[in-house]
């Protein structure tokens, strides 16, 4: 397809379990931007990648979560040991552009919706 | 205090109103401003860009005041199709690469 694809696109996890989440952008697109969305808020940032370089993970709230791109296409972003609190919509985003100043615009994907029992 | 602030609403008109919201940033560098729109349980889409001198698209106007660090949108003539969460996004760029940071997001539900 031509948008931001993401699967699962629902998941339900024990507490405890690991989780992966897979992200695959628009062709070509250099930046790709995983969000967290709690119910009733907006999306919080988690990590950003130019290609696939991580330039900023200071969102990730623990160091059960990780994320990677390993060819500057597909990302996946990896929970462990999955807790409550972790119950969230995971968006992926993506731009053609290094700064999207120039045009404004993240392409998101429908997000993983991911509940933890 | 959040790096950009909105008021979460609900923000409940009828239908020809015009309504306002508005959202305060904290940083003063940053750089490029937005609103998206986001509907129920789908994800978020671009409305428009917020430029310094006030940009309109149709019944949609974006206006930027650096100095109070807010941006604003304002909607016309509202239709039912308006309903929706707008959610207000601040671009900063900070060693080499950039952050994109949203707002909490005001809920706007346009009645009959």
């Known amino acids: 397809g031509a948008g931001v694809s993401q699967s699962p696109r629902y998941k339900v996890a024990k507490r405890g379990q690991d989780v992966a989440l897979r992200c695959d952008p628009i062709?070509?697109?250099?930046?790709l931007f995983w969000y967290q969305q709690a119910l009733g808020q907006g999306p919080e940032f988690l990590t950003y990648?130019?290609?696939?370089?991580?330039?900023?993970k200071s969102g990730l709230p623990s160091d059960r979560f990780f994320a990677e791109r390993p060819e500057g296409s597909v990302s996946t972003l990896k929970i462990q040991r999955t807790q409550q609190e972790d119950s969230a919509v995971y968006l992926c985003a993506s731009s053609l552009v290094e700064l999207i100043a120039n045009t404004g615009e993240l392409f998101f994907g429908e997000g993983s919706r991911l509940t933890v029992l | 205090r959040k790096e950009v602030e909105q008021d979460p609403g609900p923000f409940n008109v009828p239908e020809g109103a015009t309504v306002a919201f508005n959202c305060t940033y904290s940083?003063?560098?940053?750089?490029?401003f937005f609103w998206y729109r986001q509907d129920c349980r789908k994800e978020p889409k671009l409305l428009m860009s917020v430029y310094s001198s006030g940009n309109e698209d149709g019944r949609f106007t974006a206006q930027l005041n650096r100095a109070s660090q807010y941006i604003s949108l304002l909607i016309r003539d509202s239709k039912l199709s308006d309903s929706a969460t707008y959610l207000c996004?601040?671009?900063?760029?900070?060693?080499?690469?950039?952050?994109?940071?949203f707002g909490t997001g005001t809920k706007l539900q346009v009645i009959p």
């Open positions: 062709s070509g697109h250099v930046s």
């Open positions: 996004v601040v671009n900063d760029r900070g060693g080499g690469y950039q952050k994109v940071t």
């Open positions: 990648f130019q290609n696939e370089a991580q330039l900023d």
């Open positions: 940083n003063s560098a940053s750089q490029s």
